[in-house]
């Protein structure tokens, strides 16, 4: 079975930092992996994915992350933190053909003015 | 394009009680799942369809889960004799596959989610 890891419960940066969030796999077949941003009170929005193409992969709102098969990471970034970036944060890995996406337990990021 | 809905947003029931939550996929979408999010942590994936069929029905917690999408349009998941440790929030998603297995993962894009209270 696939599966994820985030590092970190909780992330606090400044504004204007830089914000790093690590995701590691587990994956026996090459992985599909995701990233999904989730404010309070609201579903998933997806941030960025991870299909096999570019390891280097941009996403909404800044957000890029980088694909590193040696180390199955998938940590997400983003140059300058803005205060509306604090949300919750989750890391999913699936594969090309089974449906079951798995989660990370997730990192909330805090952005302190 | 009106996105994933989900109905109601919030519930509150008695232990014991059944209850059932909606949901309304993208129009286009051919997939629709569910999952249930424990507080603290990511979702945890249930059941999906693939159009009227329930593909994958194994992760579902008990035999007090149920979920049907006659249709292939809307989905329903009925949770029967509610417990306390049903409290949550269920999400739905929706995406576009290709036909069969090997069409390929499309993007899920999730609802808003039901926060179900079993007191």
């Known amino acids: 079975a696939q599966s994820v890891t985030q590092l970190g419960s909780h992330v606090s940066v400044s504004e204007g930092a830089l914000v790093l969030l690590r995701c590691n796999y587990s994956s026996s077949v090459p992985p599909y992996l995701f990233w999904y941003v989730q404010y309070p009170n609201q579903g998933l929005q997806l941030l960025l994915k991870?299909?096999?193409?570019?390891?280097l992969v941009k996403g909404i709102n800044g957000f890029e992350a980088e694909f590193k098969k040696s180390e199955t990471s998938f940590h997400l970034t983003k140059p300058s933190a803005h205060m509306s970036d604090a949300a919750e944060y989750f890391c999913a890995v699936s594969d090309r053909y089974n449906n079951d996406m798995r989660f990370g337990a997730g990192t909330r990021l805090t952005v302190k003015p | 394009d009106t996105g994933v809905s989900q109905d109601p947003r919030h519930k509150i029931t008695k232990r014991g009680q059944n209850v059932t939550f909606r949901c309304d996929p993208i129009?286009?979408?051919?997939?629709l799942y569910w999952y249930r999010q424990t507080l603290g942590q990511g979702p945890e994936f249930l059941t999906y369809f693939q159009n009227e069929a329930q593909l994958e029905k194994s992760r579902l917690l008990s035999d007090r889960f149920s979920a049907e999408r006659p249709k292939g349009s809307f989905s329903t998941l009925e949770i029967q004799r509610t417990e306390q440790g049903d409290s949550a929030m269920y999400l739905c998603?929706?995406?576009?596959?290709?036909?069969?297995?090997?069409?390929?993962?499309?993007?899920?894009?999730f609802g808003p989610g039901t926060r179900l209270l079993v007191l």
């Open positions: 998603a929706s995406s576009l596959a290709g036909q069969g297995l090997a069409g390929g993962l499309g993007t899920q894009y």
């Open positions: 991870y299909t096999s193409a570019a390891t």
């Open positions: 129009s286009e979408h051919n997939r």
